[in-house]
């Protein structure tokens, strides 16, 4: 009895102790704070002297051309590093990455609404860093939608051309056409508080349509709609786009809006671009393991696995046979990470399975998700957790042991230590 009360006491001490080491008291976090500026000052100067010394030249046929943008805050946080890409007009760019990435952050300093701490801006040819966002041309549409409550739908999309000094008839004739556009002619005499959510975007984007921007940005335009009112909206403005001709840079966190909506993709993680590229490009070729994981749904499974001459082994000890064309001329570490996207794995009795007979395995099920036309399998291998994409006929239940064949022509291999991708 004694031993056991001594024993409870050292274990709720013990995180106690811990606890107080770890934090920072006031003045830890007045100094860090103070050293964090201080870098930020320091690269903000390294930077703006690297920025003299760059010719200011947008590259011929270029329509928006970001180059080595960077924003560091006043407190010192480096936002953005050296963000460049030239957009060619009638793009639709769409920017990606998870929460905190600086998306937004580079989409306000393309709208004028932040500085840019060091880098050039073009639009249109013209050098945009020190113009005014009022003079940029450029339309935004944000999460919120940000209508006027008072105002009617008609009002709230004519504000903006008001405070450009148009004639009434041009105003009237831009609104209508937006209206027609966006098919919400029938509303243009309500409020926003007798909108749907919708409707309310809709008017949103009316409101920057009738602006006739050379550039419309988005933010996040839709993530505050339902599931279904977001799938429809996608298209409409991928359709509004190409109705405008417009060239649009659109931010979301969301890989699917990303992979449908893009002419080009940029990922972006912890303010450095990942990769730029056409979705499928994207999708088949990631460049290193966080766009690979990123992009997809749902995600690539990662094994972690060893490699010598073609084949790899898994560290549950099956071996897969990789094709030669994936390896030519490729120079593999021993120790490798394995992925496969989970729609490359397959039943082991199907066509896949007859051409790669060596590559079929037994998995358990631990899940499986019916969504209409296919599952999505969560499964056990060995020890290691992974999802595979299959048809719904097969009907699959949990416990059940399926035979199923890894695709090896859909290998892709990556550096554990860097991450990047060898294939
Ligand atoms: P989300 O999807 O959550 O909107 P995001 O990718 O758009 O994320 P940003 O809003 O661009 O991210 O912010 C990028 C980083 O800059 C974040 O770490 C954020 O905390 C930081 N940040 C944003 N505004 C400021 C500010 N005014 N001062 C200091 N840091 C800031």
Redesign the pocket.
Known sequence: MADEKKDTKEVVEKPVKEKKFHKENFFQRKQREHQEKELGKKRLSEAKALDARTPKICPPGIYVSLQNINKI???G?H??HDFSIDIKQHEFIVFV??????????L?MIAGLEDISSGNLFIDGEYMNDVAPKDRNIAMVFQSYALYPHMTVYDNMAFPLKIMHLTKEEINSRVMNAAKILQIEPLLDRKPKALSGGQRQRVALGRAIVRHAKVLLMD?PLSNLDAKLRVQMRSEIVDLHNKLNATTIY?T?DQTEAMTMATRIVI?KD?YIQQIGSPIDIFAHPVNQFVAGFIGSPAMNFFEATYKDGIVTLITGEKIKIPSELTAGKTIPENIIWGLRPEDIHEGDGYHASLYPDAIFEITVTLAELLGNEYYIHAKFGDIGMIAKFPAENKVTVGEKVKVCFNPKKSHIFDPKTGVAIF
């Not at 990455?97 to 998306?103: A, D, E, I, M, Q």
Request: glycine share 18%.
């Open positions: 805050y006043d407190n946080f936002a953005v990455g998870p929460s905190g990435c600086g998306k937004s952050t580079t306000r996040e931010v966190h972006l303010g």
